[in-house]
């Protein structure tokens, strides 16, 4: 009796540890999920170079250019 006992306290830590890695993986995921969505796609300038981020950014064709600098969304 007191043998079923002691395996059922081990099956019971065991479902414990299985359950916290479970959430601690979860809340992982979340976590990585959220840094996604904070580090945005940085494109360069087309024009003067400067790294900026896409939803910043013009683009044209293949390239981008500075939405905020009106020497670079101008033409040549
Ligand atoms: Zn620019």
Redesign the pocket.
């Known amino acids: 009796m007191g043998r079923i006992l002691f395996l059922l306290i081990i099956a019971f830590l065991i479902y414990l540890l299985f359950k916290g890695f479970l959430r601690a993986q979860t809340r992982r995921g979340e976590e990585d999920r959220k840094n996604e969505q904070k580090v945005e796609d940085m494109v360069a ?1 087309a ?2 170079g ?1 790294n900026l981020p896409r939803s910043e950014a013009k683009p044209e064709g293949a390239l981008f ?2 939405r905020d ?1 009106p020497r ?1 969304i101008a033409g040549p």
Do not use: D, I
């Open positions: 300038c024009r003067c400067v250019y500075c600098n670079c």
